[in-house]
T-cell receptor
Framework: DAKTTQPNSMESNEEEPVHLPCNHSTISGTDYIHWYRQLPSQGPEYVIHGLTSNVNNRMASLAIAEDRKSSTLILHRATLRDAAVYYC??????????FGSGTQLTVLP | DAGVTQSPTHLIKTRGQHVTLRCSPI?????VSWYQQVLGQGPQFIFQ???????GRGNFPDRFSARQFPNYSSELNVNALLLGDSALYLC??????????????FGPGTRLLVL
């Protein structure tokens, strides 16, 4: 599976936008970019996914670079409930998810 | 709608014992996957089942086995428990769409402690 690189941790102030980066320079043409998050003491939760175009849903936006070697998860207004570990995952023909270490997001009041 | 449910929520076993963990998928989901999450790390893939057939296996020893029942629920079995098997065991279900687009929905997990 192609690998992703994320910062270990990030901080954000409450009600401000958060941009979580992910590098995936070895992505293949058929890999989808998925983001999941894991709140404390819970299972991972699906956030968003995309292939080439930017995507928006009620939780977040996903901005994908034109060469697809990087992407950014955007939380438009961070709340305290958004404090979690965010995982960027490439999903291809294999249906299992390969999690890395993720980014620990801390939201400051 | 009910999400993915897992039982038990917590479990304490001793080395050498056997454990069975259970998972009920979201209604309509035919695929179930199992993951192990050791403290401080991301989840690691163990197995995936679709329509009662094993469709994927991660890098885990043969002490780990699983099965899926006609109602799509699943069991994960671990024999000869080791201290290193202490972890959060996560079950995820999905609709089994075309690869790459599949969204997995995770349960709350079973926390296993091996003493």
């Amino acid at each position: 599976d192609a690998k992703t690189t994320q910062p270990n941790s990030m901080e954000s102030n409450e009600e401000e936008p958060v941009h979580l980066p992910c590098n995936h320079s070895t992505i293949s043409g058929t890999d989808y970019i998925h983001w999941y998050r894991q709140l404390p003491s819970q299972g991972p939760e699906y956030v968003i996914h995309g292939l080439t175009s930017n995507v928006n849903n009620r939780m977040a936006s996903l901005a994908i670079a034109e060469d697809r070697k990087s992407s950014t998860l955007i939380l438009h207004r961070a709340t305290l409930r958004d404090a979690a570990v965010y995982y960027c995952i490439l999903a291809g023909s294999a249906r299992q998810l390969t999690f890395g270490s993720g980014t620990q997001l801390t939201v400051l009041p | 709608d009910a999400g993915v449910t897992q039982s038990p929520t917590h479990l304490i076993k001793t080395r050498g014992q056997h454990v069975t963990l259970r998972c009920s998928p979201i209604s309509g989901h035919k695929s179930v996957s199992w993951y192990q999450q050791v403290l401080g790390q991301g989840p690691q893939f163990i197995f995936q089942y679709y329509e009662k057939e094993e469709r994927g296996r991660g890098n885990f020893p043969d002490r780990f086995s699983a099965r899926q029942f006609p109602n799509y629920s699943s069991e994960l079995n671990v024999n000869a428990l080791l201290l290193g098997d202490s972890a959060l065991y996560l079950c995820a279900s999905s609709l089994a769409r075309q690869g790459g687009q599949e969204t997995q929905y995770f349960g709350p997990g079973t926390r296993l402690l091996v003493l």
